[in-house]
C-alpha cells in the first residue's frame, strides 16, 4: 500500500516511491537540470535511479503531488558527522516545478524532511545550493538554514577516482 503524507496546504500531499517511479524521479531530475543550465552534466538514466534507488537502496525518494498529480520531488540520503557522532539527512535535491513555487510547498516538504531527520535520530540537515540562485538561498535562510561559507566543497569526478585508484 502506497504511504502517503499529509502537508498543511490543501490537496498536496507528499507520497513514498515505488521501483514504477523511476522514469518520473528521472524526469524531474532532467527539469532541475535544465533549471540549473546543467543539462550536459546528466549522465544518470532510469536504469541507474532505479538501481541505486530502489534496488541499493543508497537515496530515498517521495513524490510531490498536487490534486493527484506530481508536480516535483525530493531525494535525500544520510550521512555521518564523525564530531557529533550521528547521522545527518542529505537533501541532494528538491525540485518543484516552476509554476507551483512560492506557495509554500517547499516548507512543507522541509517539515517532512525535518520530521523524518528526528525520526532517525539526525543531528542536522544539510544539503548544497547554486550560489546564483537568490530565491532559494532566500527561502533556506527564512527556514533558519545558515551557509556554510568557510567550506568548500571538493569533487572527484568518476575518471579522477579511477585514476587515483589505479596509481598506487
Not at 1 to 15: G, Q, S
Request: aromatic share 14%.
Amino acid at each position: 500500500m502506497m504511504r502517503y503524507y499529509d502537508t498543511n496546504i490543501e490537496n498536496v500531499k507528499l507520497r513514498e516511491t515505488k521501483e514504477e517511479d523511476a522514469a518520473l524521479i528521472f524526469s524531474f531530475i532532467k527539469e532541475l537540470a535544465e533549471y540549473e543550465k546543467m543539462t550536459n552534466d546528466v549522465i544518470a538514466t532510469e536504469e541507474t535511479i532505479r538501481e541505486s534507488v530502489f534496488n541499493n537502496n543508497r537515496a530515498e525518494a517521495v513524490i510531490i503531488e498536487l490534486d493527484e498529480k506530481p508536480i516535483g520531488f525530493a531525494l535525500y540520503f544520510y550521512n555521518f558527522s564523525t564530531f557529533i557522532g550521528r547521522s545527518g539527512l542529505y537533501l541532494e535535491d528538491l525540485f518543484i516545478r516552476k509554476e507551483y513555487r512560492g506557495r509554500g510547498i517547499g516548507r512543507e516538504v522541509f517539515k517532512f524532511l525535518a520530521k523524518r531527520a528526528l525520526e532517525q535520530g539526525c543531528k542536522r540537515m544539510e544539503w548544497a545550493c547554486l550560489d546564483w540562485n537568490e530565491p532559494s538561498i532566500k527561502f533556506y535562510k527564512s527556514l533558519g538554514a545558515i551557509p556554510m561559507d568557510e567550506w568548500t566543497v571538493y569533487r572527484l569526478t568518476e575518471d579522477k577516482i579511477e585514476q587515483l585508484a589505479i596509481n598506487n
